[in-house]
């Protein structure tokens, strides 16, 4: 697995120049600190994989806290794995303490959706008498677990998925510098490109896994088996093609994960999708548009294909992608 991240972590952004998309973040970010004047909490809110971690780590580097684990001035904390009271102490007890050798005590937080309630309570009143010369960087996939109190302590900056244009001169970009460097053993063609970018629905991070995912093989043909749903697990397969269903541009990104399932899935996979797009439905942060298709992929999917089977799976899945076709054409 090292070696499938090795290239993401290798050539991650470190400054805000080379942050792909994420401009309104970028640009609010840069004239806080410009202006010094950045606010001592700031939480990124964002699907995973679009650079919450990478942009806060450039924060702590222009506040002149380099982002390495001897920094004993910088913490980053995965919030899913520590979630406990003493790391809040411990927090609040750095927090007071004068920077060694540098200018600033930077706190990164991710996965904070996953810090409990009661942790959350603690830390609010670590924030309550925040120092001038430390601050902290909390990064969410949402903000529905977090308490309105601490939220209302924010600064709160959102990371959009990259576009499918952004996604395509990232990985370009990449291919580009990693070949130079000679860490890309074949040629990824922009053909296997455009199938990353319909895999990986706008997370960066995953677009480049694979990236250097294809290049271990030879010819498009081969790149694009590697880097299909051979790794999906079969209890997923459901959420995996509800995801396509929504993000889809062509009945063939459809067509290959269809492949993949066999006649006994196709009731587990028919719930799945019907769970997926229940949520899209019912959540807050969602658009219209999305609402809309939610709702078709309901109405197909609502009843068994007891009959029909997967042929029945496949028609419903189709019709979705020509409906969504229909309704882009203005039809």
């Known amino acids: 697995m090292s070696q499938i991240t090795e290239l993401y972590r290798k050539y991650r952004p470190t400054t805000f120049g080379a942050v792909f998309d994420q401009t309104e973040a970028r640009n609010t970010l840069e004239t806080k600190l410009r202006n010094k004047d ?100 909390l990064c969410a996939s949402s903000t529905e677990s977090l308490l309105p109190t601490l939220l209302g302590r924010c600064l709160t900056l959102r990371l959009n998925a990259l576009s499918d244009g952004n996604m395509r001169h990232l990985l370009r970009h990449v291919r580009e510098i990693a070949a130079n460097a000679g860490d890309l053993p074949n040629i990824v063609s922009d053909a296997v490109i455009n199938e990353i970018i319909e895999l990986v629905e706008g997370n960066a991070r995953q677009g480049v896994i694979l990236l250097e995912t294809a290049a271990t093989v030879e010819g498009d043909e081969a790149q694009k088996n590697r880097i299909g749903i051979a790794g999906v697990k079969a209890d997923e397969i459901g959420e995996f093609l509800g995801k396509k269903l929504f993000d889809a541009k062509t009945w063939p990104a459809i067509q290959s994960i269809l492949a993949k399932i066999d006649a006994k899935q196709v009731e587990g996979v028919r719930r799945q999708i019907l769970a997926y797009a229940g949520k899209i439905l019912m959540s807050e942060g969602g658009t219209p548009g999305r609402w809309l298709v939610a709702a078709a992929v309901i109405k197909k999917m609502q009843r068994a294909f007891d009959e029909s089977g997967k042929e029945g799976l496949m028609v419903a899945c189709y019709d979705i992608i020509y409906q969504k076709e229909q309704w882009a054409r203005g039809n």
């Open 38 to 137: 950045l606010n001592h909490v700031v939480l990124l809110v964002g699907p995973t994989g679009t650079g919450k971690t990478s942009l806060a780590r450039i924060v702590a580097r222009e506040l002149g806290c380099e982002p390495e684990e001897s920094n004993p001035n910088f913490r980053e904390i995965n919030c899913a794995d520590t979630r406990d009271m003493e790391t809040i102490r411990m927090i609040g007890h750095e927090m007071r303490l004068a920077p060694m050798g540098g200018e600033a005590r930077v706190f990164i937080l991710d996965e904070a959706v996953q810090i409990p309630k009661a942790s959350q309570q603690a830390f609010l009143k670590t924030l309550e008498d925040t120092s001038r010369r430390a601050w902290f960087i």
